[in-house]
C-alpha cells in the first residue's frame, strides 16, 4: 500500500511492490520506488512524463531527503 508524505505543498508518494506510478501519481508529485537496485526517485511531469535521478539511492531514508530537497527548491 502506498504512503504519502505532504512536504512543501509536494506529494511525496512511497510506492510498495506491484503499484505503478500511474495509478498513485500526478503532474507535480515525486514518487519513491524500490527495485534491486536500490530507492528511485521519480520526478512526475505533465501528461504522465516521468523524469529521475541517474541512480538509485542505496536507502529509503536518503531518497526522501532527496525529495524533500526538491520539494523546497520546487516550492520556492
Not at 519513491?32 to 505533465?46: I, K, M, P
Request: glycine share 6%.
Amino acid at each position: 500500500m502506498s504512503t504519502v508524505i505532504k512536504h512543501r505543498k509536494t506529494k511525496i508518494v512511497t510506492l510498495a511492490a506491484g503499484e505503478t506510478i500511474a495509478e498513485h501519481c500526478a503532474a507535480g508529485d515525486i514518487a519513491l520506488v524500490q527495485d534491486d537496485a536500490g530507492w528511485w526517485t521519480h520526478f512526475v511531469g505533465e501528461n504522465g512524463a516521468i523524469d529521475s535521478y541517474d541512480v538509485p539511492f542505496d536507502s529509503y531514508n536518503k531518497a526522501l531527503w532527496a525529495a524533500k530537497a526538491a520539494a523546497e527548491f520546487s516550492a520556492e
